[in-house]
């Protein structure tokens, strides 16, 4: 008999892909994704620890799904970080959660659950696998309905910064084969997938620990062969590690879209090595030059936080100095909070709450204002779009997104989905593109459009 499993996702991309993972699972165990919590035989919290404010909703999430608990007797769980940090003290703290489910513990979800609806016994899995076999593909049983997916390709972090918590919640770095990584790439593609994005906490460790000697380049080189497939993203990279061989990749392959997430956290040195972070704030400057050297029109997006422990406002001031410079597409700001068992919380001279907020409200201003001339600049430009679906806004119209990332929304006909085609950009709005279809029976090829929109010799 079908059941249904309602999930409710906190923190990253990272995060979504698990979801994803755990759904193809469980429809192989005859559970049902529902998006209404209120009809769910399975409730499960997929927890994000990363910062306070995603760790600080389970809790009461997990307050609004008692009721389901006791009026139908839906199972409770709590995957995720939170899972792999908090492991049995869930459990105590929690008294009608019937699962804990830590961040290498996916496959073993369907047995747990099965195990906790025959026997009613509550149950916590929070070990680390060591072998990796955990990251392998769940493949999908249903014929899936996008044009993008993620695809991991490492998980964990050997870089141990000192705000941060995943190394101890997701654990080192680990890496999958290339082969495996190839295979389910090309199954994603029968099943109508065009665009990739490659997930790691820290992609340029990508190979460290397998048996075949590859870096991420070569892997990357390898995915640019899939026949069907048009578009490779990845993130994160960390700028330490960010290599020249990696640079020239975006030169040297078609498939390979020109954006960068490149997180900085803070435009100043004090700070930087107070982060461990291991470079300075010229050494970054130097990776963008050069990334921007060899592929000018490439968009750089970012993460940075405001108010670490020991952030002066000459420190912030050179944070904002170093946005001003870069031009970032798009920023992901935060407030630093402490989390516990990393280094950085036993710092003691903290920044007031109403100072970070200040200075997040200030950096966010003026980001904004950025993010804003860099889409005005690309109105009466012609960009190859990558069609997903029809757009919420309107039914007459289609959306898509360009290689450089940012949303455009244009009229045409459904039958566009899955294929890039040129449009040309007329509106800029903060957060999107309006543009018009140049032509509706030409079909790109992945990077084959030049930035005067002429056609080139494909
Ligand atoms: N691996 C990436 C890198 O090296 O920059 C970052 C991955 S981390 C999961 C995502 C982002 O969360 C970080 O880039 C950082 O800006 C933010 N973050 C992590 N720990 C934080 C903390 N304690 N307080 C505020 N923001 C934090
Ligand atoms: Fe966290 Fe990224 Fe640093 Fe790793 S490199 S410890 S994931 S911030």
């Known amino acids: 008999m079908e059941k249904r499993v309602y999930i409710e996702t906190y923190g990253c991309q990272m995060n979504e892909h698990d979801t994803e993972r755990i759904l193809r699972l469980l429809e192989g165990f005859h559970y049902l994704e529902t998006k209404d919590a209120g009809e769910a035989d399975f409730v499960l919290v997929n927890t994000c620890s990363v910062r306070e404010k995603p760790e600080h909703k389970v809790y009461s999430a997990l ?26 003290r869930l459990l105590e703290r929690v008294p009608y959660l019937d699962m804990v489910i830590g961040t290498h513990a996916i496959p073993m979800l369907p047995q747990l659950l099965q195990k906790v609806e025959a026997s009613g016994e509550r149950v916590c899995e929070a070990g680390f696998d060591l072998d990796g076999s955990y990251l ?10 996008q044009i993008r997916s993620y695809v991991t390709i490492m998980q964990g972090c050997d870089h141990f910064c000192s705000f941060c918590i995943v190394p101890y919640v997701r654990g080192r770095e680990q890496s999958r084969p290339r082969r495996e990584i190839v295979e389910e790439i090309e199954r994603l593609v029968e099943m109508g997938v065009k665009e990739v994005c490659l997930l790691g906490q820290n992609v340029n460790g990508y190979g460290k620990g397998l048996k075949e000697e590859v870096n991420f380049s070569q ?30 990749a975006y030169l040297k392959l078609s498939k390979l879209c020109e954006h960068i ?24 400057l130097e990776k963008i030059d050069r990334l921007k050297r060899v592929c000018p029109s490439m968009a750089i997006t970012a993460d940075v936080i405001v108010g670490f422990p020991g952030e002066e406002e000459k420190d912030f001031e050179e944070t904002l100095n170093l946005i001003q410079e870069v031009r970032f597409d798009d920023l992901f700001s935060f407030k630093y909070s402490p989390r516990k068992g990393t280094r950085a919380a036993q710092l003691t001279d903290k920044v007031e709450e109403k100072v970070k907020q200040d200075r997040l409200s200030l950096l966010q201003k003026i980001q904004r204002e950025i993010t804003f001339q860099k889409n005005q600049a690309l109105e009466g430009g012609v960009e190859e779009v990558l069609v997903e679906g029809r757009s919420k806004q309107s039914r007459e119209d289609v959306t898509g997104r360009t290689r450089s990332n940012k949303i455009v929304n244009f ?19 903060p957060h999107s593109l309006r543009g018009a279809l140049l032509d509706s029976e030409f079909v790109l090829s992945p990077g084959c459009l030049s930035h005067e929109g002429q056609k080139c010799c494909c």
Not at 261 to 284: I, N, W
Not at 411 to 429: C, D, F, M, W
Request: net charge positive; with cysteine.
């Open 63 to 88: 307050g609004r799904f008692k009721g389901l608990k006791e009026k139908k007797g839906a199972i409770i769980g709590v995957a995720g970080c939170v899972a792999q940090q908090e492991g049995s």
């Open 136 to 145: 392998k593909a769940i493949p999908p049983r249903s014929p899936l309905d």
């Open 219 to 248: 892997l990357l080189r390898r995915i640019d062969e899939i026949d069907g497939l048009d578009r490779i993203r990845f993130t994160t990279s960390h700028p330490k590690d960010l290599s020249e061989e990696l640079i020239q």
């Open 261 to 284: 997430h490149l997180p900085f956290q803070s435009g100043s040195d004090k700070v930087l090595k107070a982060m461990h972070r291991g470079y300075t704030e010229e050494s970054y």
């Open 411 to 429: 009229k045409g006909p459904l039958s566009l989905v899955g294929k890039l085609v040129p449009v040309r950009i007329t509106n800029a709005y």
